[in-house]
């Protein structure tokens, strides 16, 4: 004698339930590995591919390539370090006159 065996409600929402947060975890697992993998490939000299290491100075961080001696700044960076700086002397604000 076979028994029919309906799930309740109560048993389609829990699994429901597991099914969306178990999806939920697995969504999250895969964008921390992106965002992960996109770091460290924006982190690369552009020139040669080496890792870029992070300095700070006054205030910015500086990104530079040990390999070839590359620096990089992000948006706005430069401006923050020619704020500091008057715009007539020191090397931030020589390299601002040249962008004039």
Known sequence: M???HTPSR???EYFARLDAELRKELRAKADAERAAQQAAERNKCPRDG???VARETHHVVID???????MWLDKGELAIL?????EKSGFVGNLLNIFK
């Open 2 to 4: 076979a028994t029919e």
């Open 10 to 12: 109560n048993e389609e």
């Open 50 to 52: 080496t890792a870029l």
């Open 64 to 70: 530079e390539c040990p390999t070839c001696g590359g």
């Open 82 to 86: 020619a704020a500091g700086e008057s």
